[in-house]
């Protein structure tokens, strides 16, 4: 049997040893997949922690909503315009009116009054002289509030005890003055 290049072409091994052909078996072709899977793997979850990060944030920035005073409100309506705030007031004594629809009052901070269009119920403690959160847009020269908010429980009171006396203190001055006083009316004190 003839040998070219000192191999012998009738020897199945010598034969196979040069044969540079790729060969592909079932165990060779399966990592492949699995390594293109593994690649993917890694974008996939990416792009579901920034879906989540996106869905996160923009649910954060609709449940912003900014907190003001009346008097502080009302000074800085321009700049408010038509978004969505919390006011803190005292209703004042004499100002309630049922609607339809809700509620008719004012509310007044640090001797700044507020007409209020309120739509909807109102928690059982609202009444005048009580510091109220009011959530709603300004309308106008009123404020459309669809949220009553009395804070009265003792959780509350530890962690706000200065605003709620600076609130109590307000409301006191305020039970003695008119109730008709104008939006934005200063009326001393």
């Known amino acids: ?18 044969d540079l052909s790729p060969r592909l078996d079932a165990d060779d072709i399966a990592p492949r997949r699995r390594s293109r899977l593994r690649r993917w793997v890694p974008v996939a979850v990416g792009i579901v922690i920034v879906a989540a990060i996106a869905v ?11 907190f003001y005073n009346v008097d502080k409100a009302v000074a800085q309506r321009a700049e408010i315009g038509d978004r969505r705030v919390r006011l803190q007031g ?12 809700g509620l008719n009052f004012t509310i007044a901070y640090n001797g700044v009054h507020l007409p209020v269009r309120h739509t909807g119920d109102v928690p059982d403690l609202f009444g005048p002289a009580i510091p109220i959160v009011i959530e709603g847009r300004f309308r106008g020269r009123e404020f459309a509030s ?6 009265h429980d003792a959780t509350y009171d530890e962690d706000n005890g200065g605003r709620i006396r600076d609130a109590r203190r307000d409301a006191d001055r305020n039970a003695t003055r008119d109730a008709g006083a104008p939006a934005g009316a200063n009326t001393g004190g």
């Open 56 to 66: 996160v944030a923009s649910s954060l920035a609709d449940a912003t909503t900014y």
């Open 90 to 101: 005292n209703v004042i004594k004499g100002s309630v009116r049922h609607t339809a629809t």
């Open 1 to 18: 049997m003839g040998s070219a290049a000192g191999f012998d072409v009738d020897d199945p091994e010598s034969r196979d040893s040069c």
């Open 146 to 151: 669809d949220r009553v908010l009395v804070k």
